[in-house]
């Protein structure tokens, strides 16, 4: 017999429980990956056609190969099963909307199609709140529940994949990329031996410091399941601060499992009224707000498909509380531009500091002024991102209103209230 293992975000051979049981159960295996023409091209894009060649590599390395067709992925898979009489098809179990429809159309095919857990350490849906409802809608209980939760035991990579004869391959589009992060299974195993080697100790004291630049880095990498999200949060059980980082990736998978419209609705309601004004989004956008802890965190964005996570915080609450505009202009923009863009993590984070999710105080007061000299106390991360202001001593960065003149090319405020933006943390 035949199975189909269709890969989507566990692009890795290590703890991959879908491929695992294919190559158990099936005499022969077809990795498969369905490119969606939908998708624009961009630096995610790139990323993924690198994942991609990695995971080929690898497949071939084992016997087998990742066979790639392009079109819609129901349509495409079962052509493929026609072709080859495959009987099985062995996928993840995803959160978003867009995935879930796709689980239900499979469900109606004339195939036995089968879902396995890896996209997050926990499944969503496996922890239930005891006070009832259908998932957890505060972060504190949830991480208490995941921390007892037993685990499947991780799974090594199949020794041999065995193909069926006379198989095509398909063509993999270059990604015509190379950038810093080479997108891909072995480049996120070295990055992650290297992180717990060098960087997990360090991460508690130092994962706020922006121009430190303390983090893992490694969220492009779980974004496409380069890496097992179970297998890291075991290597890297010493560091409650980080483990605890991953536990809020999976909190934020299990309420887009329960609220897959969160990427258009507020899940908590008591709707904001938001204020329209073009010019100032794409002010922010550009990175030219002047405010510059905001610019340094934009830029960062633009340049390297990635932000520190405390810029990311800063960033957003900027757009929503400081200039009042909807969360929504601001997760699609992040959207377009990160490595690790996904729509559990994108818009759950975003809804949290708009005040319409997760955080028991919605209404939390926010000063980017303040934040600047917090956690870029010497203006360095400003320095690296924002060139108009490199020459600028500590004192003048964060503000450089306070200059006689600003700096050539860098703009005046545009928030413009006052001197101190907001009161507040
Ligand atoms: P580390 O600090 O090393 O953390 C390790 C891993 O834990 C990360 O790789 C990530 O998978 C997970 N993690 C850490 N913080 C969070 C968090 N707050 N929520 C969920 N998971 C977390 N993360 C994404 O992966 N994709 C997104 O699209 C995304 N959008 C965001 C939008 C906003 C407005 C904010 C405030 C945060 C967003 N995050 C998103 C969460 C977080 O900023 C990134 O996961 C983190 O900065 C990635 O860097 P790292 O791998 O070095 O993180």
Not at 312 to 326: E, H, N, S, T
Not at 383 to 410: F, I
Request: charged share 25%; net charge positive.
């Amino acid at each position: 017999n035949t199975a189909i293992v269709l890969f989507n975000r566990d692009l890795r051979v290590h703890d991959q429980p879908a491929l695992a049981a294919a190559c158990e159960r099936a005499e022969r295996v077809v990795p498969l990956f369905v490119l969606d023409p939908a998708v624009p091209e961009g630096p995610r894009h790139a990323f993924l056609l690198e994942c991609l060649a990695d995971l080929r590599a690898s497949l071939r390395a084992r016997g087998g190969d990742l066979v790639v067709r392009e079109g819609d992925v129901v349509r495409e898979t079962m052509r493929l099963a026609t072709e080859l009489g495959a009987e099985t098809v062995c996928a993840a179990a995803d959160v978003s909307s867009l995935a879930r429809r796709r689980e239900q159309r499979f469900a109606g095919e004339r195939i036995e199609f089968l879902l396995f857990p890896g996209v997050t350490v926990v499944p969503p849906g496996a922890l239930l709140p005891s006070g009832g409802g259908d998932h957890y809608r505060v972060f504190t209980p949830y991480w208490h529940a995941w921390q007892r939760h037993s685990r499947r035991p991780q799974l090594p990579p199949p020794s041999r994949v065995r193909l069926p004869s006379k198989l095509a391959a398909g063509r993999l589009p270059d990604p015509g990329r190379g950038g810093a992060m080479p997108g891909g299974e072995s480049a996120a195993r070295e990055r992650a031996a290297r992180w717990l080697r060098q960087g997990l100790d360090g991460y508690a004291d130092g994962h706020d410091d922006l121009a430190g630049d303390r983090t893992s880095r490694l969220s492009p990498y779980l974004r496409f399941g380069c890496l097992s999200p179970l297998e890291l949060a075991c290597r890297a059980e010493r560091s409650e601060a980080f483990v605890r980082q991953l536990c809020w990736r999976d909190f934020h998978h299990q309420v887009a499992y329960a609220f897959p419209q969160i990427n258009r609705e507020n899940y908590r309601h008591g709707e904001r009224r938001w204020r329209r004004d073009q010019d100032a989004l794409q002010a922010w956008q550009a990175g030219m707000t002047g405010m510059p802890i905001v610019d340094a965190g934009m830029r960062q964005l633009l340049a390297e498909g990635w932000m520190h996570n405390r810029a990311r915080l800063i960033v957003a609450a900027y757009l929503v509380k400081c200039l009042g505009l909807d969360w929504r202009a601001g997760a699609r923009h992040f959207f377009l531009h990160l490595l690790d863009g996904d729509v559990a993590n994108n818009c759950g984070n975003w809804q949290w500091v708009a005040g319409t999710g997760n955080d028991t105080r919605p209404n939390r007061s926010f000063n980017p002024l303040r934040q600047a000299r917090r956690f870029d106390p010497a203006g360095r991360y400003v320095r690296r991102h924002v060139p108009e202001l490199a020459a600028l001593p500590a004192e003048h960065v964060h503000e450089p209103w306070r200059l006689p003149a600003l700096p050539a090319g860098y703009p005046a405020r545009l928030d413009g209230i006052g001197e101190e933006p907001n009161r507040g943390n």
